[in-house]
């Protein structure tokens, strides 16, 4: 990679393509715009969005929930994904499942097509029919949040480039 290929914006240099340093300051952003609120009837913690929020993170939302309608784990994982690209940047993420087997069960108790994530993991990690349940619920998990890192990535990486399209003009 040539050293000459530096981010238009901040004057770092490109990784592929990409200014990481922007990038995590554009996850930083996004982080800011989300919010911890209790939901009254269960007394249960939940993540939404402040007021305000720009369109193309609700949109970026919105996507991330792969068709599914409006949905707690979707928003949670989100917004775990924009704190550790915030952290990482283009580095590995650390993703793995919940650690308790109850929160596992409310996880995929909590919609019909969280089974399917679980479908999906026992063909991808090839596992059988000695592997256990819990293990099959962390593996299912750990897809779907994987799956909303990755979107979630391409979302912000696309913002940045749009961003130095921008400043090109
Ligand atoms: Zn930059």
Aim: aromatic share 10%; glycine share 6%.
């Amino acid at each position: 990679m040539s050293s000459d290929e530096r981010c238009e914006v901040c004057g770092e240099e490109l990784d592929d393509e990409i200014c990481e340093r922007c990038l995590k300051n554009l996850a930083k952003e996004v982080g800011s715009f989300f919010e911890v609120k209790e939901r009254k009837s269960t007394e249960e913690n939940y993540i939404s969005c402040r007021d305000g929020t720009p369109s193309w993170i609700r949109e970026m939302i919105y996507e991330a929930h792969s068709g599914m309608l409006p949905d707690d784990y979707k928003y949670r994982f989100v917004s775990d994904a924009v704190d550790i690209i915030a952290d990482v940047g283009l580095g590995e993420p650390y993703i793995e499942a919940d650690v308790y087997t109850s929160d596992l069960l409310k996880w995929v108790g909590s919609s019909l097509t969280r089974t399917g994530y679980c479908d999906d993991a026992i063909q991808e990690y090839g596992m059988d029919s000695k592997t256990a349940f819990t293990t099959t619920l962390a593996m299912g998990q750990e897809l779907e949040k994987r799956e909303v890192y990755d979107m979630v990535l391409n979302y912000l990486k696309d913002k940045i480039k749009q961003q130095e399209l921008i400043n090109h003009e």
